[in-house]
Nanobody, 115 residues
Framework: QVQLVESGGGLVQAGGSLRLSCAAS????????MGWYRQAPGNRRDLVAV???????LYTDSVKGRFTISRDNAKNTVSLQMNSLKPEDTAVYYC?????????WGQGTQVTVSS
């Protein structure tokens, strides 16, 4: 079993910055992808940024140039630096780790961007 614990998030004005962190523990094993998803009210949960097993990064188009994902393999952590935040970035952000067909999720952390 894998546990994901998120930290960060909160309320920020448009144009501001926030940093999210996620620590993984348990039987991590090999990882296919690890990163962040978000879900706004009434919307589906969508990919924001992830690391692939090959070490490359994937970003959704709307955050490219504003968000940066990073990781510390020794500590099994992944972080998301979010700059130039916009009201449309408001959502619950979830840390995700995927191993084969199994997805593990954190509890989610709220990010609210006021205009």
């Amino acid at each position: 079993q894998v546990q994901l614990v998120e930290s960060g998030g909160g309320l920020v004005q448009a144009g501001g910055s926030l940093r999210l962190s996620c620590a993984a523990s348990g039987s991590i094993g090999s990882i296919d992808t690890m990163g962040w998803y978000r879900q706004a009210p009434g919307n589906r949960r969508d990919l924001v940024a992830v690391f692939t097993s090959g070490g490359s990064t994937l970003y959704t188009d709307s955050v490219k140039g504003r968000f940066t994902i990073s990781r510390d393999n020794a500590k099994n952590t992944v972080s998301l630096q979010m700059n130039s935040l916009k009201p449309e970035d408001t959502a619950v952000y979830y840390c995700n780790l995927r191993r084969g067909r199994v997805n593990y999720w954190g509890q989610g952390t709220q990010v609210t961007v006021s205009s």
